[in-house]
């Protein structure tokens, strides 16, 4: 008796030879060996992003950093009202400077009530307070001293203007605001140049690292003031002192203190333009009948 039954038929199954892969296999090994060297880029690709991110950041800082003081030099300060076409072109920095009022104003000069202020000073190597060598000297001593060449190694704000004056024959206390001042030495024929120092300081300010460097107090004071565009030489201070004290002579409320000595300031960076530079000639001064 024969018995019903179904059944599948397969087809046979290719074989293939010892170590022959089949089709569309793809090792291990392979897939492992390209992702590893997919994640090595990616991770110097974040590497040189991040980088690149640091480095704009940094350069974004410095960017505005120099923004900053480009602006303090090209929109000049207007704390001074000027009384001539030529005091009109002048233009002055927009940095710290040393605090003042105004108490009389002539046609040739003003006077002024100088608040005290702190000065970092050193003597002048040259024999004129304008020589090139000697102004550059000092200027970059003082400078050094400023931005960081100190006790503390601080880096203080730039002021204007720098003083340059004739140095007394008695002790002298200076304080440190701007301009920066050249003076002469009457009796040693020296002059001295001076920064104004920033006033958040007051007299807590960090000595000089270099002993030529002085920090001083400069105590409230009178002076008569005769400002002038141009680049300052000692013949064209010469003539600018004769004449100041010359009509002060006339003035009828003030007059020229026994022992002062010139003092210039100069407000503007070497790059400004001759005509639209400010400089001062000064002179301390005393009220006729009383103390200054």
């Known amino acids: 008796m024969a018995f019903p039954c179904s059944y ?37 690709a974040s590497l040189v992003l991040a980088l690149a991110s640091q480095a704009l950041a940094a350069s974004q800082r410095r960017a505005a950093d120099l923004v900053t003081e480009a602006t303090k ?33 002539e046609v040739e000069y003003e006077i002024r009530e100088v ?5 970092a000073e050193t003597v002048m190597s040259g024999r004129t307070g304008f020589d090139f060598n000697g102004s550059s000297q000092s200027f970059n001593v003082l400078a050094s001293y400023l ?51 920033p006033s958040k300081y007051g007299p807590d300010l ?9 920090i001083k107090e400069v105590p409230s004071k009178i ?19 004769f004449r100041l004290r010359e009509a002060l002579q006339k003035d009828t409320q003030y007059r ?10 100069q407000y503007n960076p070497p790059f400004t333009l001759p005509f639209t530079r400010r400089n001062e000639v000064a002179f301390e001064v005393e009220r006729l009948g009383g103390t200054s």
């Open 8 to 44: 599948t038929v397969r087809p046979p199954r290719a074989v293939r030879a010892r170590g022959q892969r089949p089709r569309g296999f793809r090792p291990a090994l392979t897939v492992v060996a390209a992702g590893t060297r997919a994640s090595g880029a990616e991770a110097r």
């Open 73 to 105: 030099y090209a929109f000049p300060s207007s704390r001074f009202e000027p009384r001539t076409l030529e005091e009109a072109l002048m233009s002055v920095p927009d940095l710290e400077t040393v605090p003042f009022r105004v108490l009389k104003r």
């Open 115 to 119: 608040e005290s202020y702190y000065v």
């Open 147 to 197: 931005f960081g060449k100190n006790t503390r190694s601080k880096q203080m704000e730039m002021t204007t203007p720098v003083f340059t004056r004739k140095g007394e024959t008695g002790g002298e206390k200076m304080d440190m605001t701007t301009p920066v001042i050249t003076k002469k030495s009457a009796d040693e024929n020296k002059w001295k140049m001076s920064f104004v120092m």
């Open 206 to 214: 960090p000595q000089a690292k270099d002993p030529s460097v002085t």
């Open 223 to 241: 002076i008569a003031v005769v400002a002038f565009p141009g680049l300052v030489t000692d013949d064209d201070i010469s003539q600018r002192e």
């Open 256 to 265: 020229v203190k026994e022992d002062s000595v010139v003092e210039v300031a």
